[in-house]
């Protein structure tokens, strides 16, 4: 199985911040990577797919990068809507993984 | 807008059988790769495994053995049976659809809102 792993695993920030949220696969994944976010008590809500496109209706301060192990998600400026916990999933092989989850907090 | 929902049994005793529903709306179960995900409490997402239109399934290996996941065109749903459960099977279950690009990548959207199962006696 391909490993996915998020850090940190938290994080505390303030409406306004830039966040960064790292996803690393135990392997090269090519650009089969997706970012989900779970508010709580809520289904995860799919924002970017192929690493970097985002998804029709999501903010443009939500963005994605990278290719083969090491990926990023960036919120430019953090807005109170934003605060949830971020996933990501690799689709490159089956079983699909996902990372253990970064929950983003009011600093 | 296609729109999914879960349903079945709140707790299901230890060893027995699992067995959840996922009814969707708004659009056709035809095609997509139909998708079962479960949530332990306090914990990450897993994968159990889909069911594509053309009758073909994938499961996580680390529930195969226990795991099937079918359709039912008819009625528009996908169901999910899981035997032999135990306290580590209790979790949100989430039904989702999955969709596939040209190159392979696939991704889950939407979820159904998710149903809790306790496994106890």
């Known amino acids: 199985d391909i490993q996915m792993t998020q850090s940190p695993s938290s994080l505390s920030a303030s409406v306004g911040d830039r966040v960064t949220i790292t996803c690393r696969a135990s392997?090269?994944?090519?650009?089969?990577l997706n970012w989900y976010q779970q508010k709580p008590g809520k289904a995860p809500k799919f924002l970017i797919s192929?690493?970097?496109a985002l998804q029709s209706g999501v903010p443009s301060r939500f963005s994605g990068s990278g290719s083969g192990t090491d990926f990023t998600l960036t919120i430019s400026s953090l807005q109170p809507e934003d605060f949830a916990t971020y996933y990501c999933q690799q689709s490159y092989s089956t079983p699909w993984t996902f990372g253990h989850g970064t929950k983003v907090e009011i600093k | 807008q296609v729109q999914l929902q879960e349903s079945g049994p709140g707790v299901v005793k230890p060893s027995e059988t699992l067995s959840l529903i996922c009814t969707v709306s708004g659009g056709s179960i035809s095609s997509y790769y139909w998708s079962w995900i479960r949530q332990p409490p306090g914990k990450g997402l897993e994968w159990i495994g889909y069911?594509?239109?053309?009758?073909?399934?994938n499961y996580n290996p680390s529930l195969k053995s226990r795991v099937t996941i079918s359709v039912d065109m008819s009625k528009n749903q996908f169901s999910l049976r899981l035997s032999s459960v135990t306290a580590a099977d209790t979790a949100v279950y989430y039904c989702?659809?999955?969709?596939?690009?040209?190159?392979?990548?696939?991704?889950?959207?939407?979820w159904g809102q998710g149903i809790m199962v306790t496994v106890s006696s």
């Open positions: 392997q090269s994944i090519s650009n089969y």
């Open positions: 192929v690493a970097s």
């Open positions: 069911f594509y239109s053309s009758g073909t399934t």
């Open positions: 989702a659809r999955g969709r596939r690009n040209d190159y392979g990548l696939n991704w889950f959207d939407p």
